[in-house]
C-alpha cells in the first residue's frame, strides 16, 4: 500500500525552528528519522504531505485509497498492528487526534465524519522540540531492537572496557571504537557504519554514532544522547540530539539540546541547560509566537539548520536559534536568536541570504554535495518568512 506521512498544520509549526527546513518526519529521533522508521516497519518508502515551499525536496506520491499517518507519531508494535486492520472511511484516533485513515489528502479535513476507531495503547509523539530529547531514550530502544534484530555485531575491540551486557553494543560494517570505555548498564550503544569512537572517549547508553561520524579523543557521553551521520564531535555531551552533518568537534558542554543539520559549534561553545534558580525553563515558540514553560528543569539549546557559533559562545537556558543564524562574541546572546540573525549579545543585523548560500556552497563541498536550486529556494523562502522576527 502507498504510504504517505502527513503534516498537521499546529504540530509543524509547533516544532518550528527544526521543520522549516523539512517535514515533522525528517525529524531525527532514536536512532532513525521517524520517516526511516516507518520505510522499515512497513517496508515501503513513504512519500510526503508538508507545506507547500518543502514540497519540491520532499514530494508527494499519492494513489487512490493512500494510507495517511500522522507525521508526529513514531511506529510502536501495538500501533502497527492496529494501522494494518483500517479499513476506508475509518480513522484511528488516540485522544481525538488523528492518527492514520486510509484515503486521499483531500480526506484529512473529513476524519470527524469517518467511523473513528479508539487507539488506546501507549504512543511516542513529537509535540514540542523538547520532545525530541525527552523521549529520545525510549525511540533509541525500540530503533536497536529493529535494526538488530536476528543479525550479529562486528567484533568489538579488546581495548574496549565495557560496564554492563556487552550484548547491548552493536557495531556495523565498518565501525571502530578503540581504547574507550562503553557502558550499558542504563541502554544499548549502536555504532553506525564508518562510525568512530576514538581513544580515551567515555560513553554511557543509549547511545547512537551514526554512518561516517566520529567522537573525538577523551569525549564525553551521557546518554541518552543521538549523534546522526556526518558529524564530528567532542567534548561534553548530555541527553541532546543532533540530527546529521553538525560539527562540535572542540571541548564544551552541550546539554538537553537539539542541534540540526549543517551548524558548527565553535571551540568551548557551551550552553545552560539548569537555570541558577531550578525553576522551569521557558522558550520560545514560534506558533504561539511567544516564551512558553516547557515543565522541564533541564533544557538547553535548540539550533536550527545552518546556524553556527564562534569560539567561546554561552548559550543560556531554553535558547532558541532560527535558521542561518551566526553568533558569536561575549557574554549571553538572547534567548531567542531569529533566523538569518548576525551577531551576539550586543545586538545583532541580519545575515545577507547570498552571505549564508556562499557559506553553505563551501560546507556542502566538503562532503563532496552540492547546494542545489532547490535548496536555495527553500532557505530563501524562509528568509521571507522570518522577517517579523528580525524586525
Avoid at 498492528?81 to 492514520?100: C, D, F, G, S, Y
Avoid at 476524519?111 to 531514550?137: A, C, H, M, P, Y
Avoid at 577523551?218 to 549523534?227: L, N, R
Avoid at 536568536?337 to 556552497?361: D, V
Wanted: charged residues 20%; neutral net charge; aromatic residues 10%.
Amino acid at each position: 500500500m502507498n504510504v504517505i506521512l502527513f503534516d498537521q498544520e499546529y504540530s509543524w509549526k509547533n516544532l518550528l525552528p527544526l521543520t522549516y527546513t523539512r517535514p515533522v518526519s525528517e525529524i531525527r529521533i532514536g536512532i532513525l528519522t521517524i520517516k526511516q522508521k516507518w520505510d522499515l516497519e512497513l517496508n515501503t518508502v513513504c512519500s510526503y504531505l508538508t507545506q507547500d515551499f518543502l514540497s519540491k525536496k520532499f514530494p508527494l506520491v499519492e494513489t487512490p485509497n493512500s494510507l495517511f499517518i500522522n507525521s508526529s507519531i513514531c511506529p510502536t508494535p501495538a500501533l502497527i498492528t492496529e494501522i494494518k486492520k483500517l479499513k476506508p472511511q475509518q480513522v484511528l484516533i488516540h485522544n481525538n487526534e488523528a492518527l492514520a485513515f486510509i484515503g486521499e489528502s483531500k480526506n484529512i479535513k473529513e476524519n470527524f465524519s469517518r467511523e473513528k476507531i479508539n487507539f488506546n495503547g501507549n504512543i511516542l509523539t513529537i509535540v514540542n522540540v523538547w520532545d525530541i530529547f525527552q523521549k529520545n531514550g525510549e525511540a533509541l530502544k525500540l530503533d536497536f531492537e529493529l535494526l538488530t534484530k536476528n543479525k550479529k555485531s562486528k567484533p568489538l575491540s579488546n581495548s574496549v572496557t565495557v560496564i554492563g551486557n556487552k550484548d547491548l553494543i552493536f557495531l556495523e560494517e565498518g565501525a571502530k571504537a578503540e581504547a574507550c570505555i562503553f557502558n550499558t548498564s542504563a541502554g544499548p550503544i549502536y555504532l553506525a557504519k564508518d562510525a568512530e569512537v576514538m581513544e580515551g572517549s567515555v560513553v554511557r547508553g543509549p547511545f547512537a554514532l551514526g554512518e561516517h561520524s566520529a567522537l573525538k579523543l577523551s569525549t564525553k557521553i551521557y546518554g541518552p544522547t543521538t549523534i546522526g551521520p556526518h558529524c564530528k564531535v567532542g567534548g561534553e555531551v548530555n541527553n541532546s540530539v543532533i540530527f546529521g552533518f553538525s560539527n562540535k568537534a572542540h571541548d564544551g558542554f552541550l546539554g538537553n539540546s537539539v542541534i540540526a543539520e549543517w551548524c558548527n559549534l565553535g571551540a568551548d561553545t557551551n550552553n545552560s541547560n539548569l537555570k541558577n534558580n531550578y525553576g522551569n525553563v521557558k522558550l520560545f515558540n514560534y506558533a504561539q509566537n511567544k516564551m512558553v514553560d516547557s515543565g522541564l528543569q533541564f533544557c538547553g539549546l535548540i539550533m536550527g539548520d545552518h546556524s553556527k557559533s564562534g569560539i567561546n559562545t554561552m548559550f543560556n537556558t531554553g535558547t532558541v536559534v532560527g535558521v542561518g543564524a551566526n553568533i558569536f562574541g561575549g557574554s549571553f546572546p538572547a534567548t531567542h536568536i531569529p533566523s538569518f540573525s548576525w551577531g551576539g549579545s550586543e545586538g545583532f543585523e541580519t545575515y545577507r541570504l547570498e552571505k549564508l548560500f556562499e557559506t553553505a556552497e563551501k560546507v556542502y563541498e566538503r562532503r563532496g554535495l552540492k547546494l542545489d536550486k532547490t535548496e536555495k529556494e527553500i532557505l530563501t523562502s524562509i528568509f521571507e518568512q522570518t522577517k517579523e522576527f528580525r524586525n
